[in-house]
Structure formats: C-alpha cells, structure tokens
C-alpha cells in the first residue's frame, strides 16, 4: 500500500540538502542562503563507500539533524559511475532515505536528468539514474517527487571561473586556443537552462506549496533547442573570450558513420554506451 501522496506539514519544515559539490548543490545553497531559508547539508562522499542501506543509515545515524518535518532535496550523483558505491549512490540511495526514519514527515525532491528518459543513451550514470526512478516508484513510497535535469549551464561559474565543471573545462581548453576556437563535432541538440533558473524551479516546490502532491516527475527543459556551436558561442560571451577568436567546427563525415552504424548494431551499441560518442548521435536532450 501506497503511502499519501500529499504531504502537509503542520509547521515549517527543515530543508536538508544531501550533497554539496556539484554546481546546481553549490547555486542552491547560495539561493536557498539568499531567500533566508535554514539549510543543512549533508554531505556524503566516495571516501564514505556506502553500497547499501546499512551504511546509508550509519551516516545518517551520525549527520541527520533533529527536526520535526523536513523537505529533502537529493543532489548527490556520480557522474561518472566505477565502484558499487558509485552504483548504490545512483540506483537505490533515494529509496532507502525515504525509508529512513519514517515516523518524521518528510519529502524527497529527487534530483534525476533528462538523459533517463531518452532511450538512444546507454552509458553507466544514465541506466542506473533510469534505475533510480524506477525503484522509487516501485517502493510503498508515494512522498516524492521527481525532477529531471537537462543541460546546465553554470553561467556564474564560468563567470567567475570558479568551481567550473569538468566537461566544461574541456570545452573551455578548445574554445580559447589563440585567435581560434575549435568546437567539437556533436549532432546532440540541447534545451539547455542556466543553474540559476534550476534553483529558482526547486525553490517553488519549497516556497510555493503547504502541501506537496508525490509521485510526479517533472522534465526542466530551456525554451530554445541549442547545439554544441550555440553553447559554445554562449560560453564565450559568458566567459568574454569572444573578441578576435575565430570559431570553427569540426567537420565530420556524418553520412559514412550512418552507413556504419545502420550496418554493424553492435558499433552502434557502443556509441550509445559512451559519453563521449554519444556526441556523434542525432540525440535531442
């Protein structure tokens, strides 16, 4: 039996954050500080190696603060999946705090992203996101809700050029070479949304509800489709490295890959395994 699916909390509930490094964790921590609202983090971490509820809740045994109701927001993912810690993070950590210390009302706002719900992407950090949801709602657990990510651009990051994403760093490598930048080749398309504006959309879930309604995913997605010289060309003007660089794509014979991937499914299937060929796919996120 399904728990109820509305949660109304009789008086103003903690807000626990579970996560602190990436950048939609560090912008909401600034927005939520900004509007006032009393956060706790806790933090969790490779060095923990949690690979099952066990060692979930002896953390939390040690990190949970007191509180009579809270809102939880799950930030925690790794992006790049090696260990069972990793898989444990991205699979089943969401279900198992739900059912950690049931007799204090609580909702989860799950972090997920918009790759889960698109099937041509196989990599590791998607199925077990994919994973993620579907042991959520296969759970007695009804007090959650689900928001999907898509692209985030980190604009006062890269504003600042602190605390700048990996994939981005990488980009940035190609982009500001002298007097040129090169962008990769990438048939992916975007509906990319600053970080900000993601944090404004989890702020309305705590601000604007007494009452949470459960079991709903939400997909975020930027009002205008971008590809990777679009998201370039935005980075640089972010970043004001504009000015004399040339930018130029990398050409790439797409009809001779079609031809290849049609033919041989299994070269096919390890393009939609890797993040990095993945960019070779018509792929719309």
């Not at 700048?164 to 007097?179: A, D, G, H, S, V």
Request: charged share 25%.
């Amino acid at each position: 039996m399904k728990q109820e699916s509305g949660l109304g909390f009789s008086e103003k509930p903690s807000i626990i954050l579970i996560g602190r490094t990436g950048c939609l964790a560090r912008a909401l921590k600034r927005y939520l500080e900004k509007e006032k609202i009393q956060t706790i983090t806790i933090d969790i971490s490779r060095k923990d190696r949690i690979t099952n509820s066990e060692d979930l809740y002896n953390i939390f045994d040690k990190r949970w603060p007191q509180c009579n109701s809270c809102i939880v927001i799950n930030l925690i993912a790794s992006l790049q999946p090696k260990t069972n810690s990793d898989f444990y993070v991205n699979s089943f950590l969401a279900r198992d705090l739900l059912n950690y210390k049931t007799s204090i009302p609580k909702f989860l706002i799950h972090i997920s992203t918009i790759n889960a719900e698109i099937g041509e992407l196989q990599d590791l950090y998607t199925k077990q996101k994919r994973l993620c949801e579907e042991a959520l709602q296969k759970s007695y657990f009804s007090n959650y809700i689900v928001l999907r990510m898509p692209l985030l651009i980190p604009i006062d990051d890269l504003r600042t050029g602190k605390s700048i994403p990996i994939n981005y760093k990488k980009l940035l490598t190609l982009l500001q070479f002298p007097f040129i930048s090169l962008v990769p080749p990438s048939r992916n398309t975007y509906r990319a949304i600053d970080v900000s504006e993601a944090c404004n959309e989890i702020l309305e879930f705590i601000r604007g509800r007494s009452i949470l309604q459960g079991m709903q995913t939400y997909t975020l997605a930027g009002e205008k489709v971008m590809s990777l010289l679009d998201i370039s060309e935005t980075i640089l003007e972010i970043t004001k490295k504009k000015g004399p660089f040339l930018m130029i794509q990398i050409l790439f014979p797409w009809k001779l890959l079609d031809i290849i991937l049609s033919k041989f499914p299994s070269i096919h299937a390890v393009f939609k395994e890797n993040t990095t060929l993945q960019q070779f796919l018509k792929v719309a996120r």
